[in-house]
């Protein structure tokens, strides 16, 4: 009978003790991670102090905690809150910033970084390197290099459609799937180019437009901030930011930016406009879809690359009258020669614009030249990213062009 009453304690102070262990345990995680004691960042604005080159200018938007519960009505309260510090490193701002709100800056919602045009310039190794060496930044998410100031970009990106400012952000770069016009862009990715032999870094570019941009502007020099759309939301995104390293060296139109999406197979479908074959004050628009997936080789002749790019796509006319004959297989083969002519013209110009102007390969094409050494020792001898400059290009482009996707002859 004592045997039992003893053993009764022992199991009853056993789970007291393992209760009181388990409330220590968790109570540091309550009183620090409860939705009360955190501010939600969305987005990080870095520019270059105004009044100190040496120091960093950094914006932070947050929006109210309760918008992440379910009820939250998610349209007055769901307005964005920038506040900016101005301090010597991203660490020491994020120090500031949560003695300033009472409360512990959260980053794992942050979906967007956009960086300066005049601090890329500069170069932003520090700065990527301190934000991937941050466990809440996730490797998703997207870098801006905004022709203006971050904070200003910041300020004129807030949607009009969306309830939540995170959920624009997450899905704004979706439309380069279907227009090629801007692409997806990440940290993780960046830091990979940045830290490899293979590739060089890009962002997407991002502007503000204004009343000068109200007149069409030929597709051919559209970047963002020159788009004639006539919105209340003022920033844009449209072209990409080219770096060579860490260092902005160039930006790319809408045009070439779909090159640059062909290439890399990021674009699902998407829209050319080109000159009527049967009237030349016509134009036609041909949407085009991938046929297969781009095929990249490269060769080195004379110790120079030689890079041939094979494409295949499948085009559908938009454009259509009551007169028109598209039905005709000898226009349709017209059409389909001109577009192919066309699109080996502009993406062999983005080519050479990146290796001969910027000397940035953003195309990876140094990961198909590895082939050509036996050793990854021999490829850094060749030095890949200084010899891209010397590289030829051969682009073929098969279009084969429909009537369209209703109209058939009957």
């Not at 950094?58 to 964005?80: H, L, M, Q, R, V």
């Not at 083969?333 to 390969?361: C, G, Q």
Request: aromatic share 12%; proline share 2%; glycine share 4%.
């Amino acid at each position: 009978m004592v045997n039992i009453i003893r053993s009764n304690i022992f199991k009853n102070f056993f789970i007291i003790l393992l209760l009181i262990s388990l409330t220590l345990g968790f109570s540091k995680s309550y009183t620090s991670y409860t939705i009360d004691n955190l501010d939600f960042v969305t987005s990080i604005g870095i520019d270059v102090s105004e009044t100190d080159d040496t120091k960093l200018k950094i914006s932070f938007e947050f929006t109210k905690a309760s918008n992440y519960s379910p009820e939250s009505s998610g349209s007055s309260d769901n307005e964005p809150i920038i506040n900016t510090v101005e301090c010597s490193s991203i660490d020491t701002a994020i120090n500031l910033m949560n003695a300033h709100m009472g409360k512990e800056l959260k980053l794992s919602h942050c979906k967007l970084i956009v960086f300066s045009e005049k601090l890329a310039e500069k170069g932003i190794s520090d700065e990527i390197y301190t934000l991937i060496n941050n466990v809440q930044i996730r490797p998703s998410t997207n870098i801006i290099v905004s022709k203006c100031s971050s904070k200003d970009y910041l300020e004129n990106l807030n949607p009009s459609i969306e309830d939540y400012v995170t959920k624009y952000y997450e899905v704004f770069p979706n439309s380069g799937k279907y227009t090629g016009y801007t692409t997806d862009a990440t940290i993780g990715d960046f830091f990979y180019s940045m830290s490899t032999n293979t590739c060089e870094p890009y962002a997407i570019l991002g502007g503000l437009s204004s009343e000068d941009n109200n007149s069409y502007e030929d597709i051919d020099n559209i970047i963002a901030g020159t788009m004639p759309i006539d919105s209340e939301r003022k920033a844009q995104t449209v072209g990409i930011a080219v770096f060579k390293n860490d260092r902005l060296v160039g930006e790319l139109t809408a045009l070439e930016t779909l090159s640059f999406s062909i290439l890399a197979g990021k674009v699902n479908n998407f829209l050319v406009s080109i000159p009527n074959p049967n009237d030349s004050n016509d134009t036609l628009d041909i949407s085009l879809y991938d046929d297969m997936n781009t095929k990249i080789d490269v060769d080195i002749i004379n110790n120079s690359p030689y890079v041939t790019a094979n494409i295949k796509l499948t085009g559908v006319i938009g454009t259509t009258s009551y007169d028109s004959d598209y039905l005709n297989q000898y226009n349709l083969d017209e059409i389909s020669n001109y577009v192919s002519s066309y699109l080996e013209s502009v993406i062999s110009s983005f080519f050479y614009k990146t290796s001969k102007e910027y000397h940035a390969d953003i195309s990876c094409v140094g990961k198909r030249a590895l082939k050509n050494f036996a050793t990854w020792q021999e490829y850094e001898s060749y030095n890949w990213k200084d010899r891209y400059r010397d590289s030829f290009f051969d682009v073929n482009v098969d279009v084969n062009v429909k009537s369209g996707s209703l109209i058939t002859e009957t």
